[in-house]
């Protein structure tokens, strides 16, 4: 009995949101289209409420449940709180977007709860089979997000790329799951852990298996050569699923790689660390100088990703507890910063209009120069200009690859990293420097504009103190 009380004690909040998410859906079915307020309320108090019983078990210390399948911990109960919190962030940026396209149902709420609850059980996972149920659900959301506006051409293609390379990488990170349990004859994470640290000589099996496993994660990250689906989908997808999909995702993609690389394969250190050498090089080098062709703002966020992905990589090569720490801190960071430059797209969009271009933002500081200053501070962090906390993400990372004696890699990220800068830089040219082609003014609902202006401000002031966030990431992971 005391065991049982122990699982249901330390998973208490996904099971909450699992009820809640069942809940909004029954009840969003007795709704009419006018009072479809009531679901995005009842979505948002849900999430609310999911950070507060995280909160709530103020422990971090590790526990493991549910028969070696679930684990509670430090590094759980931070990357939960940021993914809750960001989602809650995207509901306050979907509401009057959704309500201008005529596409504010109660199904996009309920597909955002349940990817929520997905990311929260890859976080959570210390089991390969838990592990690819919650990235399996998380999944499923997201193709059905990507397709939520159905009369739209290109989001019904971009739905059908996703989900069929999807379906492809999903495929690679089960063969391999089934190659280490052939190996090891076990699925816990802990137990194949164990079983590589008392084989003394490498296995040929396990190795292939984890190159199959590196795969289907890399497709999840976004990761050279495994981009083909990313600018696409960002640019088909409705942008506030796009800023759904940039953000809090990433977070549980982190969460997947510590889970199942670093913990559960973490004696291949060597063998693992030479395939992310060579894809955070590629996935820097290609995300950089393709972004810089780009004219389509969501796509050239998607390159951008690709890159930043690769730098998250730099982090996580390093096979130290402080490379894997700033890599969660970048990963981290970049979450809010993608979902406040999606934001400042959702901001100026309106009813027919998608501000998706780069054009689109010419003039705005004449506009409002509040939220061109607010993209101003986005488009620097992600170009790593101090006192943004971008500066901090990529220097703490820079700084892991330099600790273990790879001065060389550093060097490569820093010289595509100055490429960026250029991109980056040309979308605030055209804020300050070029004459508004659209004088329309800039209306959204309170809410919205506060939580934009909530999101740049966070930006900035991690950036000027950035040491709480750097401490805690260090603290979950040693």
Not at 30 to 40: G, H, M, P, V
Not at 125 to 148: P, R
Not at 168 to 187: D, F, K, N, P
Not at 374 to 397: C, H, Y
Request: glycine share 8%; hydrophobic share 55%.
């Amino acid at each position: 009995m005391t065991l049982e009380m122990l699982n249901y004690t330390v998973a208490w909040p996904e099971i909450f949101l699992l009820i809640m998410a069942c809940v909004v859906l029954v009840v969003d079915v007795y709704l009419k289209d006018e009072e479809r307020n009531a679901t995005y309320v009842l979505s948002q108090l849900s999430l609310l409420a999911a950070m507060l019983l995280i909160s709530l078990k103020g422990s971090d210390a590790r526990v493991i449940a549910f028969n070696g399948t679930y684990v509670s911990d430090g590094l759980a109960n931070v990357l939960k709180l940021f993914i809750l919190g960001i989602v809650t962030m995207v509901f306050v940026y979907s509401r009057q977007y959704l309500q201008q396209r005529n596409i504010f149902k109660g199904e996009f709420y309920v597909l955002g709860l349940f990817g929520a609850l997905g990311m929260m059980i890859m976080v959570s996972a210390h089991h390969f089979l838990s592990l690819y149920l919650g990235l399996e659900l998380l999944s499923l959301s997201l193709y059905a997000m990507v397709a939520f506006d159905r009369d739209n051409p290109r989001a019904s293609e971009a739905a059908m790329k996703y989900f069929v390379l999807g379906a492809i990488a999903s495929g690679m990170l089960l063969y391999g799951m089934s190659m280490i349990y052939g190996s090891t004859g076990s699925l816990n994470i802990a137990d194949v852990s164990q079983a590589i640290a008392q084989q003394k000589e490498s296995n040929v099996v396990m190795i292939f298996g984890l190159v199959f496993m590196i795969i289907g994660l890399s497709f999840k990250l976004g990761a050279v050569p495994f981009h083909m689906w990313l600018p696409d989908v960002y640019q088909g997808a409705p942008t506030i699923v796009t800023s759904y999909i940039a953000s809090a995702p990433k977070i549980a993609g982190f969460a997947l790689f510590i889970r199942l690389i670093v913990e559960g394969m973490g004696g291949f250190v060597h063998d693992w660390q030479g395939m992310l050498i060579i894809m955070s090089v590629l996935s820097m080098a290609l995300g950089n100088i393709v972004a810089i062709a780009q004219t389509n703002l969501k796509r050239m966020l998607a390159y951008s990703t690709i890159s930043h992905v690769g730098f998250i990589m730099l982090g996580l090569l390093s096979g130290t507890p402080e490379g894997y720490s700033a890599a969660m801190f970048y990963t981290l960071t970049y979450a809010l910063m993608s979902l406040g430059g999606f934001g400042m797209i959702i901001l100026l969009a309106r009813t027919g209009f998608e501000a998706e271009d780069i054009n689109d933002f010419k003039g705005l500081n004449q506009r409002s120069p509040w939220f061109a200053f607010m993209m101003l501070i986005v488009m620097f962090s992600m170009a790593g200009v101090p006192p943004t906390v971008g500066f901090w993400a990529k220097l703490s990372v820079l700084e892991a690859v330099i600790n273990v004696d790879m001065l060389w890699l550093a060097l490569v990220a820093v010289f595509f990293s100055i490429i960026g800068v250029y991109y980056y830089l040309s979308v605030v040219k055209v804020m300050y420097f070029d004459e508004p082609e659209d004088t329309a003014p800039i209306v959204q609902q309170r809410d919205m504009q506060i939580a934009i202006s909530a999101n740049g401000l966070a930006v900035l002031l991690l950036g000027i103190y950035p040491s709480a966030l750097m401490s805690l990431c260090l603290s979950v992971l040693t």
